[in-house]
């Protein structure tokens, strides 16, 4: 590392003296001729205009003599609408990530894949960036109180990019932070994609065990400014002992304003958005819990008030060792302070006023991907850009602050961890594993195996999927996403995530588990009214607090425990939503034909974990599972708080 004297800069702020940088860097910093520290959010927004200020701009590069255009940033009234001229940028490529170090890890490494080490392309990318004007900018990867000083270094050009980097992980100046050595540092160099990897998406992590540098050689900030600091946090996390956890939380409020926050995990698809949605009721106020699939029948119940949602966290929640109290509850923290919002489900006018509300008179300029921008008029969160094939692009985003859509500032104790995960329909005539029943009491050992393999199902609607995962979801199958959800992300072993996820689910021994479908229970198509109205009975029950006599061991053992009975403002919830099994549609052989499914699948899911790194509590309940053990082996392994 080389210590900062001075850098000569542009713009208004400055990178203070006493820095310390990697020499390469350091080097490539001196030869530039024209850094630019912005000093404001203001100044970095200019920026992303353009030279001219807009009101279009084209972000292009030299690639081998002939300019590549690779993103056009339109100026409108209520932000920028950022769009690229390739369907495939408009998302994230799920295999983008390569290894450059000699770290522990089980994701490909560079020269595996390319043949050689990654060393001559990063010279290349540090001389690249050397002769370009640079825009440079610090943050705290995991947000603002907790995170880890960091930096970010791309073209000025392509400044729409560091502007989307810092609204996720917030504003900050080097002045703020003061002389800092970067826990990581981001660099951004588009053309690469072309000059070495084939016009694809590639992003490359390369570690040490004081810093994590990550390689972006594409425009879409989906696998480097958002997910490439999510890999960051989870390296740190692993030093250090804690996760940052994939999962959506919310502090539910019930009429008698009693309070329980209820964190929300799974696999892409499995509702981790949606747990802090309203309900959705239909015109006459009433609440749609399922449909038949083959006699087309209704099942509604009425519920008079519901709670009120305050979103604690969105998708990378920060379970920081600083915030544990040592009570038994995680407590969790946001690691972002601003969300990286898909709005593909807002079609039209009116269908979620509040997330609306704050898209269209913002109180500072927002960055929308993938939506429409007509120069100086307003963006419109459902007008999204249409793919080369004239249909709408399935990924519009738009990073929102979190201070406009939660009241939430501080650290919250979890409740309840949820998981949820995606239920195809069960019939006598098709048996499939959608028998999970409306909710389900688990130990913390069972938490841990649905969290191992993060079940993806029911022709799982994620963005960027492999055409080998998406033939399989498309058929019926299941894929694992693996450890916690967050292996996507991860760097690391699975092993190693493994444990430390066992850990912290054994240690949190007065938090509840439970197990929640979407889309369909049975026979009955249920969409996530299954999750939203088990969000209400928790929060009713003060916390999910159970006895034991109201619980009954479920027939498929993992799924745990079912209750006799649910009862939510008086209503008591049909008895085949808790056991699909009493469906006249299904009934007991189609069920257990399901279990059979959904257990040789995790069984075979499991086995990878067999190794002598693994913590051997977690050996011992893999094996209940390889053997078909019961509930309550699984509860004597990890009791089950009630």
Same mark, same amino acid.
């Given at each position: ?18 820095? #310390? ?47 590549? %255009? ?15 001229? $390739? ?27 390319? *043949?050689? !080490?990654?060393? &001559? ?11 370009? &004007?640079?825009?440079?900018? %610090? ?15 791309? %073209? ?52 040490? &065990? ?29 030093? @250090? ?55 087309? $029948?209704?099942?509604?119940?009425? /519920?008079?008030?519901?709670?009120? /949602? ?63 921008? #007509? ?5 419109? %969160?459902? $007008? ?27 650290? @919250? !104790? ?22 999970? *029943? ?18 993806? *199902? ?13 033939? +399989? ?59 939203? /109205?088990?969000? !209400? ?41 808790? +056991? ?24 075979? $899911? ?21 053997? &078909?053990?019961? #509930? ?11």
């Amino acid at each position: 590392m080389t210590v900062i004297d001075s850098v000569a800069v542009h713009g208004t702020g400055s990178i203070p003296a006493g820095m #310390v940088l990697p020499p390469a860097v350091q080097a490539a910093l001196d030869a530039c001729a024209n850094v630019i520290v912005p000093s404001s959010r203001e100044e970095l927004y200019r920026l992303a205009l353009g030279p001219e200020g807009g009101p279009r701009f084209t972000v292009e590069y030299d690639v081998l003599g002939t300019p590549v %255009p690779e993103a056009e940033v339109v100026r409108c009234k209520n932000g920028i609408a950022v769009n690229y001229p $390739e369907d495939y940028m408009r998302r994230r490529d799920p295999d983008c990530m390569r290894i450059a170090d000699d770290l522990p890890t089980d994701k490909p490494r560079y020269r595996d894949v390319f *043949g050689a !080490e990654f060393a &001559d392309v990063k010279a290349e990318t540090l001389d690249w960036l050397a002769g370009q &004007d640079l825009v440079v900018v %610090p943050f705290k990867a995991g947000g603002l109180t907790h995170g880890y000083p960091s930096l970010a270094i791309c %073209p000025v050009n392509s400044a729409f990019f560091a502007l989307t980097l810092v609204d996720l992980q917030g504003w900050v100046t080097f002045d703020e932070i003061g002389p800092f050595e970067p826990r990581s540092i981001l660099y951004v160099a588009p053309p690469f994609r072309h000059t070495h990897f084939e016009g694809r998406q590639v992003v490359v992590h390369d570690r040490t &065990d004081t810093l994590h540098e990550v390689f972006a050689y594409n425009l879409y900030p989906g696998p480097s400014a958002k997910k490439g600091v999510f890999s960051v946090l989870l390296d740190v996390g692993e030093q @250090e002992g804690w996760v940052t956890a994939h999962a959506s939380s919310v502090r539910v409020t019930t009429p008698y304003e009693n309070e329980t926050v209820i964190m929300h995990e799974g696999a892409s698809g499995g509702g981790k958005s949606e747990m802090c949605q309203e309900i959705r009721r239909q015109e006459d106020g009433r609440i749609l819990l399922g449909t038949n699939v083959v006699t087309d $029948e209704p099942y509604v119940i009425n /519920l008079g008030e519901t709670s009120a /949602l305050d979103p604690v966290t969105d998708d990378m929640t920060l379970c920081h060792v600083d915030l544990q109290t040592g009570d038994g509850r995680l407590v969790v923290a946001d690691a972002e302070d601003g969300w990286f919002v898909r709005v593909d489900n807002l079609t039209g006018y009116g269908q979620d006023t509040h997330l609306e509300r704050a898209c269209i008179h913002p109180d500072q300029p927002l960055v929308f991907f993938n939506i429409d921008g #007509v120069p100086d008029a307003t963006v419109l %969160p459902w $007008e999204h850009t249409l793919d080369s094939t004239g249909k709408r692009c399935p990924n519009p985003r738009v990073v929102v602050p979190r201070h406009l859509l939660t009241d939430v500032t501080g650290a @919250e !104790e979890v409740d309840v961890r949820t998981f949820g995960a995606r239920m195809p329909a069960c019939t006598r005539d098709n048996p499939t594993y959608g028998i999970m *029943g409306m909710m389900h009491i688990v130990p913390p050992s069972l938490a841990w195996i649905w969290r191992l393999i993060a079940p993806r *199902g029911d022709k799982n609607p994620s963005i960027g999927e492999s055409k080998t995962a998406t033939d +399989k979801l498309a058929h019926g199958g299941m894929v694992a996403e693996g450890v916690g959800s967050y292996w996507p992300f991860s760097t690391g072993t699975k092993v190693a995530a493994a444990n430390l996820l066992l850990r912290q689910l054994v240690d949190m021994d007065r938090t509840r588990y439970v197990l929640t479908p979407n889309q369909h229970i049975g026979a009955y198509k249920v969409d996530f009214a299954a999750e939203w /109205l088990t969000r !209400e009975y928790l929060a009713r029950r003060g916390g999910g607090k159970l006895r034991a006599e109201e619980l009954t061991p479920s027939r498929c053992a993992l799924f745990g425990y079912t209750l006799q009975e649910m009862k939510i403002d008086g209503q008591l919830v049909r008895p085949t939503f808790l +056991k699909p099994e009493m469906q006249s549609q299904v009934g007991v052989e189609a069920y257990d034909a399901g279990a059979r499914i959904i257990t040789d699948f995790f069984k075979s $899911e499991l086995q990878q974990f067999l190794t002598d790194d693994l913590d051997p509590l977690g050996r011992q309940i893999i094996e209940v599972c390889l053997r &078909d053990g019961s #509930v309550e082996e699984y509860a004597a392994l990890t009791p089950l708080f009630t």
